[in-house]
């Protein structure tokens, strides 16, 4: 169905009007493309730095601490949403996608960061929800005022519910389909009426309709929003929930046998439909048109193998390597995973994009075991994903080694907890600073400190950046020290683009990844040391006890003689 409905964004005319920040990037470096070797650093702006001193954190806080990020020699950041929006999802309810919501500043500031940025040879890449936006966005209070039948509707997933008795029409959901963070996903599109008696669909959150790509309007819309950016001289996108902006045509129940956990991977109708893949096409069509090429990287929350057809030469740059991000301690996991990852690169061709924790997963400090044997995993998991072939991101605080926060009861704000009795909020909790408790640890350098959006725990001081820059055995320390020799070998060649990544369990839970005849990680994940094939140890978590053995938890990245 087609429909009348202007395709520009609601801003459209800021683009022309916002000057391009120039680009003062470093050369491209020795992977043909400057996104093969990268480290992407992902900011979540409500937890990095608050330059106002509300107790949120915001772009001119950002901009205060980008050297910070700058020298931990990554090569650029992935801003999550700070878009307009009711922050139903923390951001990722967007209700004006070519705007910047008061909560974080305004576009001035948008533009000074993405210039500061650039002048420190930071790229910068925004996040882009593409499968849903706010309910308060104007396209769909226009589709709920416009009533049934309307072409305002057809933007979006109205349809008349099902009904328990001819006395009740509508009464029930369209379909069986679950809501990712919970219950149904459907809602009444006004509840009470007798005359509008249509539901509309929400993968996520009630506040959170998901547009109808199978209406062209959609597209058009979303070209505009890319271009915007784009034109804007973003370096490019991460793209939410990448997979699932088509659903079954047709809306059918899901088969029944479909366990309801992780909403979007167990309901095959909602997902991976293939119409989904002419949207990348045409996006990286327009990402082309820019120079430098804009970046697509997607969150495909896929097994590898369907995950892999996203990064098709035509598709997107780069897609999460899911089957990564979510993984414990078991050494069995990670090599099936790893392989899993291994076999589609070489069916597709994309390297894998590593990345261990982000603002919906539980830390790994704590996902490994908690105190401090979490704590060493963690640092030896890091050490291992920076010596992957491909890129990796990594999430604001892993470079600190923050352990996850049980978020009081009270406090917690995400609305899985409410929905699905699961809170992301303690991988949210904001960034400590200093030692000082005041201004919220350094968080809030404002005139006033208010209490921050999350509380601090105790003890928050002790992971401060400001004394784990001073300290060489930091987990701080230790991260740079990493990144800094990860690009060295990127520069003389140890690390090309073409790297394979063969995976192997050996004796004693030795995990290896041998990404060339020359270089191979090692990660010891069992209980006793373990020999280690013969090489020479370039880098490692933690300093070896023994020349030759691996120590529980310690991992390294050996040039093979
Ligand atoms: C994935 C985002 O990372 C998450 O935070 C959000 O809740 C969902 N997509 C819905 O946008």
């Known amino acids: 169905m087609t429909t009348p409905i202007s395709a520009q964004p609601a801003h459209d005319d800021r683009a022309s009007a916002a000057a391009a920040s120039p680009v003062v990037l470093s050369p491209a470096g020795p992977a043909d493309h400057w996104w093969q070797s990268a480290v992407i650093y992902e ?52 209700s004006d996608y070519c705007g910047v919501d008061p909560l974080f500043g305004s576009m001035a500031d948008f533009e000074r960061l993405l210039a500061g940025a650039h002048a420190l040879g930071l790229r910068v890449l925004l996040d882009v929800v593409p499968n ?21 509707r057809g933007l979006f997933h ?6 328990s008795s001819p006395e009740h029409p509508s009464d029930l959901p369209p379909n069986n389909w679950q809501s990712v963070f919970g219950g149904t996903a459907w809602s009444r599109a006004n509840p009470g009426s007798e005359t509008d008696t249509e539901w509309y669909l929400h993968l996520f959150s009630a506040g959170q309709p998901d547009w109808n790509w199978r209406n062209p309007a959609v597209g058009d ?36 046998e479909s366990p309801v956990v992780d909403g979007l991977r167990s309901n095959p109708l909602v997902s991976d439909q293939e119409e989904v893949h002419e949207v990348y096409r045409r996006w990286r069509r327009l990402a082309e048109k820019y120079q430098p090429h804009r970046l697509l990287v997607g969150e495909v929350n896929l097994e590898p193998s369907r995950a892999a057809r996203y990064t098709r030469a035509d598709e997107m740059h780069q897609a999460f390597a899911f089957a990564f991000v979510k993984l414990g301690w078991d050494a069995a996991a990670w090599a099936q995973a790893g392989s899993e990852l291994e076999e589609a690169r070489l069916l597709h061709g994309a390297a894998p994009t590593w990345a261990l924790e982000n603002h919906d997963i539980v830390r790994t400090v704590t996902r490994f075991g908690g105190g401090d044997q979490g704590a060493r995993r963690a640092r030896a998991a890091l050490a291992a994903l920076l010596g992957l072939p491909g890129a990796a991101y990594i999430y604001q605080g892993q470079e600190l080694g923050l352990p996850e926060v049980d978020v009081p009861v009270e406090a917690r704000v995400d609305p899985m907890w409410a929905r699905g009795g699961v809170t992301r909020d303690g991988s949210r909790v904001p960034l400590p600073w200093t030692e000082d408790p005041a201004g919220n640890h350094g968080f809030s350098t404002g005139p006033t400190a208010t209490p921050p959006w999350l509380p601090l725990p105790d003890g928050w001081g002790d992971n401060a950046i400001e004394s784990q820059q001073q300290d060489p055995g930091s987990a701080l320390a230790f991260a740079a020290r990493a990144l800094a020799l990860r690009r060295q070998l990127w520069a003389d060649g140890t690390f090309t683009a073409d790297d394979a990544g063969t995976w192997r369990l050996r004796a004693g839970n030795l995990l290896t990844c041998e990404r060339s005849p020359r270089f191979l990680v090692a990660v010891a994940m069992g209980s006793e040391p373990v ?21 529980p938890d310690n991992a390294v990245w050996l040039r093979r003689s």
């Open 43 to 94: 900011v979540y702006p409500r937890s990095f730095a608050d330059g106002d001193g509300d107790g949120v954190g915001d772009l001119a806080g950002l901009i205060h601490r980008l050297p910070y990020i700058a020298s931990l020699g990554v090569d650029g950041i992935w801003m999550t949403p700070f878009q307009p929006s009711p922050q139903v999802d923390q951001g990722y309810d967007v």
């Open 132 to 152: 849903h936006c706010s309910s308060r966005h104007p396209l769909f209070q226009a589709a709920l005022a416009a009533g049934p039948g309307s072409p305002e």
């Open 158 to 163: 109205f349809v008349e519910g099902r009904s």
């Open 221 to 256: 819309y979303f070209d505009g929003v890319l271009r915007f950016w784009f034109d804007k001289g973003v370096d490019g996108l991460r793209i939410d929930v990448a997979h699932a902006l088509f659903k079954a045509d047709g809306l059918p129940d899901a088969p029944s």
């Open 531 to 551: 020999e280690l094939p013969p090489g020479v140890v370039l880098f490692s978590a933690f300093p070896l006890e023994q020349e030759g053995w691996l120590q």
